[in-house]
């Protein structure tokens, strides 16, 4: 079925085009009414297409800025091919700087392929499936961890079962430039962008830049680098991807969280007080964190135990999280075969 976002953009078009998409949103004062959501494609002959997006959850600030700033700055003759940019995708979100949309309530990223006849969401992810993946060879979806979580800095995949789809994604992590490239799993993935991207045969990298619903300063350094590095890695651009670190290593290191055996959850509600902060080295067994339940007189806070040996990926923001979220995830080294779950 067609999809219900319009666009005007040429997809095929050489040069510059800054237009807008509409998704229709029928209110009180305008039943024909429509929320827009800038897109941004420049294109030169013929190459790859990259599709780099940002603010698919709309309290991740980092990868609306990377993005904001390609798209203003990329002109056609620095490129050989296409990249098309979205830096707000969940506009709605972005501007409540909520991860859910207040639209429809909604994650987009729980959302595709989507629904040309569901709710905001549902037709947004579908548009982005059905019109734009198609054009696409490689997708970069830029998170961070937003209001509930902090990460370390770093790029993420999934476990590909193929060998040749594997290495080629490894390779653009790592072109990538993060101090980290974290394999994973996690909890529902079926009904992401990456997923709808892996379904169609696309390279597709995300990110973690950092989050506690603020601006994580070198995450935003990293993620603009990284985008360019992409650019270079791919051959839209011409150059070498620049992936030193900051503490001198000339790239950052390939992990893992191979499945749900990697997560702590909160075990009841309370205060969550980690031990520890992202990017830390963790022990098997030791104390991750307590929840403190203070509104009961007298209670012993519940101690969290790391339940593997790593490094912190991500670690819960609020201080107070619900019972069953999750609060910590350790990264293992990554060990090729390693994707158990
Ligand atoms: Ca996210």
Same mark, same amino acid.
């Given at each position: 079925?067609?999809?219900?976002?319009?666009?005007?953009v040429d *997809?095929?078009?050489?040069?510059?085009?800054t237009?807008?998409?509409?998704?229709?949103?029928?209110?009180?004062?305008?039943?024909?009414?429509t929320?827009?959501?800038?897109?941004?494609?420049?294109k030169?002959?013929?190459?790859?297409?990259?599709? *780099?997006?940002?603010?698919?959850?709309?309290?991740?600030?980092?990868?609306?800025?990377?993005?904001?700033?390609?798209?203003?700055?990329?002109?056609?003759?620095?490129?050989?091919?296409?990249?098309?940019?979205?830096?707000?995708?969940?506009?709605?979100?972005?501007?409540?700087?909520t991860?859910?949309?207040?639209?429809?309530?909604?994650?987009?990223?729980?959302? *595709?392929?989507?629904?040309?006849?569901?709710? *905001?969401?549902?037709?947004?992810?579908?548009?982005?499936?059905?019109?734009?993946?198609?054009?696409?060879?490689?997708?970069?979806?830029v998170?961070?961890?937003?209001?509930?979580m902090?990460?370390?800095?770093? !790029?993420?995949?999934?476990?590909?079962?193929?060998?040749?789809?594997?290495?080629?994604?490894?390779?653009?992590?790592?072109?990538?430039?993060?101090?980290?490239?974290?394999?994973?799993?996690?909890?529902?993935?079926?009904?992401?962008?990456?997923?709808?991207c892996?379904?169609?045969?696309?390279?597709?990298?995300?990110?973690?830049?950092?989050?506690?619903g603020?601006?994580?300063?070198?995450?935003?350094?990293?993620?603009?680098?990284?985008?360019r590095?992409?650019?270079m890695?791919?051959?839209?651009m011409?150059?070498?991807?620049? !992936?030193?670190q900051?503490?001198?290593?000339?790239?950052?290191?390939?992990?893992?969280v191979?499945?749900?055996?990697?997560?702590?959850?909160?075990?009841?509600?309370?205060?969550?007080?980690?031990?520890?902060?992202?990017?830390?080295?963790?022990?098997?067994?030791?104390?991750?964190?307590?929840?403190?339940?203070?509104e009961?007189?007298?209670?012993?806070?519940?101690?969290?135990?790391?339940?593997?040996?790593g490094?912190?990926?991500?670690?819960?923001?609020?201080?107070?999280?619900?019972?069953?979220?999750?609060?910590?995830?350790?990264?293992?080294?990554?060990?090729?075969?390693?994707?158990?779950?």
């Amino acid at each position: 079925m067609a999809s219900a976002v319009l666009c005007d953009v040429d *997809f095929d078009r050489d040069g510059r085009q800054t237009s807008v998409l509409r998704v229709p949103q029928s209110h009180d004062n305008a039943g024909w009414g429509t929320v827009e959501i800038p897109i941004h494609v420049v294109k030169n002959g013929d190459g790859p297409t990259t599709l *780099f997006t940002g603010g698919v959850h709309g309290d991740e600030f980092e990868g609306q800025i990377a993005v904001s700033r390609l798209a203003r700055e990329l002109e056609p003759e620095a490129i050989r091919g296409r990249v098309i940019m979205i830096p707000v995708v969940d506009i709605p979100a972005a501007l409540a700087s909520t991860r859910l949309c207040p639209v429809d309530g909604k994650d987009l990223n729980r959302c *595709f392929p989507g629904d040309p006849k569901g709710t *905001f969401c549902d037709k947004l992810a579908h548009f982005i499936d059905s019109t734009l993946l198609p054009l696409v060879d490689v997708s970069v979806d830029v998170h961070s961890g937003g209001t509930g979580m902090n990460t370390a800095l770093s !790029t993420n995949m999934h476990f590909l079962g193929d060998a040749p789809r594997m290495a080629r994604t490894l390779a653009a992590a790592e072109a990538f430039g993060a101090p980290y490239n974290c394999v994973f799993w996690s909890v529902d993935e079926g009904s992401t962008l990456p997923s709808a991207c892996e379904a169609r045969g696309i390279l597709s990298l995300g990110t973690e830049l950092g989050g506690r619903g603020s601006v994580d300063v070198e995450g935003v350094r990293i993620g603009e680098r990284g985008l360019r590095n992409i650019l270079m890695h791919v051959g839209i651009m011409t150059g070498e991807p620049d !992936t030193r670190q900051v503490d001198g290593a000339p790239r950052g290191r390939h992990m893992m969280v191979p499945g749900p055996g990697h997560f702590v959850f909160a075990p009841a509600r309370g205060i969550f007080e980690p031990t520890g902060v992202v990017g830390d080295p963790v022990e098997a067994g030791a104390v991750a964190g307590r929840i403190h339940v203070v509104e009961e007189l007298g209670r012993e806070p519940i101690e969290l135990h790391y339940p593997v040996s790593g490094q912190l990926w991500a670690v819960q923001s609020p201080g107070r999280p619900r019972q069953g979220d999750c609060v910590v995830v350790v990264m293992g080294p990554y060990r090729e075969h390693g994707g158990s779950a």
